[in-house]
Structure formats: structure tokens, C-alpha cells
T-cell receptor
Framework: NAGVTQTPKFQVLKTGQSMTLQCAQD?????MYWYRQDPGMGLRLIYY???????DKGEVPNGYNVSRLNKREFSLRLESAAPSQTSVYFC??????????????FGNGTRLTVT | GENVEQHPSTLSVQEGDSAVIKCTYS??????FPWYKQELGKGPQLIID?????GEKKDQRIAVTLNKTAKHFSLHITETQPEDSAVYFC?????????FGAGTRLFVKA
């Protein structure tokens, strides 16, 4: 049982380049999330998808787009990377959307550096 | 929106001592409060959670307390061991969004 799988594990981009971070879960969870983690700032929510076919902005959506491709997969796209987007990106999933108290299951992250 | 503050940012204890991490939240509509442990190079993992209709929950050496009136909740780890060394995050759930505190780096000295 793989849980939440993220690819790639590491990536270096130049300013202005684009890339897509991939995430897939095999737990049949309804909701999926993208977070970024920066030193001293915890994890901040970028975008989330409460259920297949829906996406919504989180705390820090600027500069990102997402696609919920199907129930299993949720991708994060950087159209024009900036140094401020250097971070560790985590994908997560949960069984039940939002307010019913379902814990998040995280992948092991993508470490992105933008030069 | 929800805001979660977490203290301390760093905590160092001797093996066998207790560790306490405290968090406050701002949105009274928040109803679910999970705690996550993150080891180096990995994603956070749930260690314990509490819902707003419960005041305290315990799982072996770990306990969490919730004070809804004061809007604060705490993690207590007893009889700490070196393998407890990690970064711990508190979080609060409001609507579909889980909002995290900034994290506490716990060092347990053998």
C-alpha cells in the first residue's frame, strides 16, 4: 500500500520555467491538498480539492494552478517559477472532506529550488 | 480565516522527562484538532487528534487537551525517548481547510 506518492522528489528550475508536480493516492480518498513548507512557517495550504471535480484556493494560491485529474490524482503547476517558490511541497489526502475531522495523509514531499 | 499559533518553537528535554507543546486558534468554528509528527525527509504523520466535543484524549505516552472557551489545545508527551525527537505540528480544521501552526522542534537528549 503506497499511500500518497509524489513525483519528482527533487527539482531545480530557473526563474520563468514551468513545471508540474504530480501526486497520486491509492486509498480511495475523496479530498486532496497541496501544501508548501518553509522554515519557521509551518505548512501553508496552496489549493485543495474537496471532491473529484472541484478545486478551491487555500492560503497562498498566487502563482499556482491545480488539476484534479481523477479521484486518485491531483497535480500542481507552476507556470512561471519565481525564487519565492523555492520550498518543499507536500501533497496530502483525506477520506472525508473538511469539517468532519478526517486526518491528512501526506506524501514525502518535493524539494523545489528556483534559481 | 483561521490562525494557529504554536509555542515553543524549540524544546529540549532529557530522556524520561515530559514535554508540553501549546497551541492557540482564532476561529471558534474550528472543530477538529490533529497533531502531526514530522521526521527528517518525510511528510508529517498524524499522532493524535481531538474533536471539539471532547476535552482530553490519551494514547499511551501521548495526550492532548482542549479548552474551547480559551481556544487553546496542548500536546503532552510523557517519559520521552530519543525517538520522540522530531518536529511536531498542531493544526485546526475549519471548513475544508486544515491550518497548521509553525511547528516545534523537539530534542530528547539521552
Amino acid at each position: 500500500n503506497a499511500g500518497v506518492t509524489q513525483t519528482p522528489k527533487f527539482q531545480v528550475l530557473k526563474t520563468g520555467q514551468s513545471m508540474t508536480l504530480q501526486c497520486a493516492q491509492d486509498m480511495n480518498h475523496n479530498s486532496m491538498y497541496w501544501y508548501r513548507q518553509d522554515p519557521g512557517m509551518g505548512l501553508r495550504l496552496i489549493y485543495y480539492s474537496a471532491s473529484e471535480g472541484t478545486t478551491d484556493k487555500g492560503e497562498v494560491p498566487n502563482g499556482y494552478n491545480v488539476s484534479r485529474l481523477n479521484k486518485r490524482e491531483f497535480s500542481l503547476r507552476l507556470e512561471s517559477a519565481a525564487p519565492s517558490q523555492t520550498s518543499v511541497y507536500f501533497c496530502a489526502s483525506s477520506e472525508i472532506p473538511g469539517g468532519f475531522g478526517s486526518p491528512l495523509h501526506f506524501g514525502n514531499g518535493t524539494r523545489l529550488t528556483v534559481t | 480565516g483561521e490562525n494557529v499559533e504554536q509555542h515553543p518553537s524549540t524544546l529540549s528535554v532529557q530522556e524520561g522527562d515530559s514535554a508540553v507543546i501549546k497551541c492557540t486558534y482564532s476561529d471558534s468554528a474550528s472543530n477538529y484538532f490533529p497533531w502531526y509528527k514530522q521526521e527528517l525527509g518525510k511528510g508529517p504523520q498524524l499522532i493524535i487528534d481531538i474533536r471539539s466535543n471532547v476535552g482530553e484524549k490519551k494514547d499511551q505516552r501521548i495526550a492532548v487537551t482542549l479548552n474551547k472557551t480559551a481556544k487553546h489545545f496542548s500536546l503532552h508527551i510523557t517519559e520521552t525517548q530519543p525517538e520522540d525527537s522530531a518536529v511536531y505540528f498542531c493544526a485546526a480544521l475549519q471548513d475544508f481547510k486544515t491550518i497548521f501552526g509553525a511547528g516545534t522542534r523537539l530534542f530528547v537528549k539521552a
